[in-house]
């Protein structure tokens, strides 16, 4: 049973390490905002839970094993926060091109509320 | 163990590089706050390293500093983001710095020539009473 876990534990570790390695090349290689924003967030909510995860499986003690279930609610819930507006403040700035989008409904929905705007004044 | 930690160490330490790398380039203020929260996320996972090896327990209320305070700084930046100039967030050279700083000395030159220097500490002039 103890060496499962360990087995678990190292399994973790490494898939944690390996999406750091991942985000640090994605980083380096993708052209825009948003896809430097899409390969940053993955260690920092999957990446971050799996190193919990084998820190867990590793000393397999109660009270460690409860702070470390808060550790990961906080990350998910700093984390998504921090990219929201880091690529909000990208799109309001005009670091965002349409034309490298495959869907942007944000630029659609502002360009029909200007519209019936105009429409509500005359 | 010790080969599972020292993999995962080379791994963090590779990724953690090239991170770096997208900070020192850039090229807007944004590009190296999203780095800045990888490198966040890398931190975390060396010290979950550090645990692992020395089976230590105080290191696991770093790790929830670490996340409730990693994100403050991004999120500080992303509000007071401005439009920024093209090549605004670029490091300048050393040769681009000395030519920077030649344009102004030349620009202050030319103005201080081109003002009068008849108000900058020359003769009294009119009747001196007193």
């Known amino acids: 049973m103890s060496t499962l876990l360990d087995v678990l534990a190292a399994a973790c570790l490494v898939a944690g390490s390996g999406l750091a390695l991942a985000a640090g090349v994605g980083l380096l290689r993708f052209p825009d905002l948003l896809a430097r924003s899409h390969a940053a967030t993955k260690p920092q909510v999957l990446g971050v839970l799996l190193m919990l995860a084998g820190l867990g499986f590793w000393l397999r003690s109660g009270p460690v094993t409860s702070v470390l279930v808060l550790i990961g609610l906080f990350q998910m819930v700093t984390a998504p926060v921090a990219a929201h507006l880091v690529t909000r403040a990208g799109y309001r700035t005009g670091k965002v091109t349409s034309e490298s989008l495959a869907v942007d409904e944000l630029t659609q929905d502002l360009r029909s509320a200007l519209h019936k705007e105009g429409e509500s004044e005359r | 163990m010790t ?43 060396a010290f979950v390293l550090i645990a692992v090896a020395t089976r230590r ?26 439009v920024e100039p093209e090549g605004e967030g670029r490091i300048l050279t050393r040769e681009e710095v000395a030519a920077l700083e030649r344009e102004r000395l030349a620009a202050e030159d030319a103005e201080l020539a081109a003002s009068d220097d008849e108000h900058h500490g020359g003769p009294a002039q009119g009747e001196v009473t007193g």
Not at chain 2, 10 to 30: C, E, F, K, N, S
Not at chain 2, 67 to 81: C, D, P, Y
Request: with cysteine.
């Open chain 2, 57 to 82: 327990r105080d290191i696991v209320p770093i790790l929830a500093v670490l996340s409730l305070v990693g994100f403050v700084g991004s999120v500080t930046i992303a509000r007071f983001a401005a």
């Open chain 2, 3 to 45: 080969v599972v930690l020292i993999f995962c160490g080379v791994l963090l330490v590779t990724g953690a590089v090239l991170v770096l790398v997208r900070l020192q380039r850039g090229p807007t203020m944004l590009d190296r706050t999203i780095a800045l929260d990888a490198f966040t996320a890398i931190l975390i996972g």
